[in-house]
């Protein structure tokens, strides 16, 4: 009875966990299947369900063979489905295609409690051709505000009506009511198609309006920034906004009025070749850590683009690099302004440059470009050239190769020359028969090896100590990369690989190679009579390791990490050979 008692409740528990699990649904979905080689696409990853707040990320299919990822973004909304509530959990995504031809989305997994959901496959076609504006439905006549209760009504508003491709327009919900209500007010999120989203922080205050000369409590209770990713004319549906007056009489809900937006495309004429994407207004200053430097030490660069427009949209500068001075972009800043608007915002660009050569150098001007939605007109804006002072690396001085003039050398020998032999007095008897005198220097001795001990033992240790470290080194690391290899993290992973590599060297050369410079290290390896070959080998992984250690993490592939890594194992093996 207990054997079945016990397979009735593993069968319940099982049959619950089923039911609960498919009441998680995963679907992707695109905002066109067809575009054009200049256009971009929309992917979005929808997880819905009753409770999906302990819910997993989903794993992201593979884009960056066919696409560039321009931005992302994550939301959350509810919606009523039958009179029951469902969570919404969605991950937008703008694609960039990067060639022609018909490309494929692959499924979005989620594993959750034991069970994987996948989603459908998408298949993208795109052409050469530049495509035909996109005719939306007419648009809907504006409605007056839907009054559902006397004291209360909701509206829709957008800032502008008629805008650019790529300019922003802030869309908002406002809740008005003249009564105390009896719980908050709970908003459906808006279907917003053609635009890309970026939200807002809304007001969390309440404002005395007057409307039609009666006064109302205004809430704002939806805010986001629109991008428009196509042209035509684009109608943002009604929303739905409930809240409850009397809980006797439930939940009363209103709806939004429809808002619509004209998307013009820019303009063709005069249009940079380098087009940054940027529709607003822009401007752009510079600052460096120091002017003058030396040879090989990097010189921090930071550009603030400061003004309207998506920011994020802007992923890089343009700027002229040389050999004398090799620049690097480290990362990007995004800094929003106290309002929160987009319009208030700036992204810092860091760069480091790294002087190859000594003299006077100049850090190149930055630049980009934007169209002004105002003057209707492009504009390039850069920065100013910077001097820089560059000097040279000094080299250390070599321990006993001071000479002695010869004429010096011939005095010393001159007063040598005077000295008189010394001829020990015949008077003197010899003590060393004396037992006194032998115990006194056998006991002299002893405290003379005694003292010279204490101070050699530290040195022939320490050699000890050397010789062993010297042998250890080589499988070191080569252990220390195995297990970094075989880390699934990549974080810091650049770093760690050119610290072991410079770590090994040390310890077989007995010289701190983290301080040297490429010439040092050169002449280094080239005492210890290391071949040419290799000793290039060496530093173009270093130059490569350095490059990627001052990369962003969103730039730096696992495969190249892994590349890195094994080049720098190769390197050290042929080291091996060179200083054994």
């Not at 439905?137 to 800032?159: D, E, H, I, L, Y």
């Amino acid at each position: 009875m207990v054997t079945l008692n016990r397979i009735i409740v593993g069968l319940l528990i099982f049959i619950s966990a089923s039911v609960y699990a498919t009441e998680i649904s995963l679907t992707s979905k695109v905002n066109r299947s067809e575009l054009s080689l200049n256009n971009k696409l929309i992917y979005e990853i929808h997880i819905t369900g009753k409770d999906i707040a302990k819910v997993p990320n989903p794993k992201i299919p593979n884009l960056s063979e066919n696409f560039v990822v321009v931005s992302q973004s994550d939301s959350t909304s509810f919606s009523w489905i039958n009179g029951s509530v469902s969570s919404t959990r969605k991950k937008s995504i703008i694609l960039r295609p990067l060639a022609t031809g018909t490309h494929t989305i692959g499924a979005a997994t989620l594993t959750y409690k034991g069970k994987t959901l996948r989603s459908e496959p998408i298949r993208i076609e795109v052409t050469n051709t530049q495509q035909s504006v996109l005719q939306a439905p007419p648009p809907v006549a504006q409605q007056a505000p839907s009054f559902a209760a006397p004291n209360t009504f909701v509206k829709a508003v957008a800032s502008k009506k008629s805008v650019y491709i790529g300019e922003e327009v802030v869309y908002q919900i406002l809740f008005y009511r003249r009564v105390q209500l009896w719980s908050d007010v709970v908003l459906e999120t808006p279907e917003i198609k053609g635009f890309w989203i970026e939200k807002l922080p809304r007001s969390q205050s309440q404002t005395v309006v007057e409307t039609n000369g009666v006064k109302y409590y205004q809430m704002e209770r939806y805010k986001v920034s629109l991008f428009p990713l196509e042209t035509g004319t684009f109608t943002i549906p009604i929303t739905r906004v409930g809240f409850v007056l009397d809980p006797f009489k439930g939940q009363q809900v209103l709806q939004t009025n429809p808002v619509s937006i004209r998307v013009k495309p820019l303009p063709v004429t005069k249009r940079p070749n380098s087009f940054s994407g940027i529709v607003g207004q822009l401007s752009m200053s510079v600052s460096v850590n120091q002017t003058t430097v030396t040879q090989n030490m990097p010189v921090s660069i930071a550009i603030t683009v400061k003004g309207s427009g998506y920011l994020k949209n802007l992923k890089d500068l343009l700027y002229t690099s040389s050999d004398a001075l090799k620049i690097y972009k480290s990362k990007i800043e995004d800094r929003i302004g106290p309002a929160g608007q987009m319009e208030e915002g700036s992204r810092v660009f860091h760069y480091f440059a790294i002087p190859k050569q000594s003299g006077n150098l100049t850090i190149p001007g930055f630049s980009t470009n934007y169209f002004s939605p105002r003057s209707k007109l492009y504009y390039t804006i850069r920065t100013q050239p910077i001097p820089l002072k560059v000097m040279e690396v000094e080299g250390n001085a070599l321990l006993g190769t001071t000479s002695i003039p010869q004429n010096s050398i011939k005095v010393i020998k001159e007063d040598i020359s005077y000295l008189k032999p010394f001829e020990p007095f015949k008077s003197v008897r010899y003590l060393s028969r004396s037992m006194i005198y032998i115990g006194l220097i056998l006991l002299n001795t002893f405290i003379f090896i005694f003292l010279i001990w204490g101070k050699v033992k530290p040195y022939i240790l320490s050699l000890d100590q050397a010789h062993r470290k010297r042998a250890m080194a080589y499988k070191q690391a080569l252990q220390l990369l195995t297990n970094l290899r075989a880390s699934s993290s990549e974080t810091n992973a650049v770093s760690q690989t050119s610290q072991i590599i410079l770590t090994y060297l040390s310890l077989k050369t007995q010289v701190p190679f983290s301080g040297l410079t490429t010439d040092g290290m050169s002449d280094t390896l080239r005492k210890q009579h290391v071949n040419e070959h290799t000793i290039k080998k060496f530093l173009d992984c270093q130059e490569a390791l350095s490059f990627y250690t001052f990369t962003p993490p969103s730039h730096t592939s696992k495969d190249s990490v892994m590349s890195l890594i094994q080049l720098t194992q190769s390197v050290i093996m042929d080291l091996e050979k060179a200083l054994s």
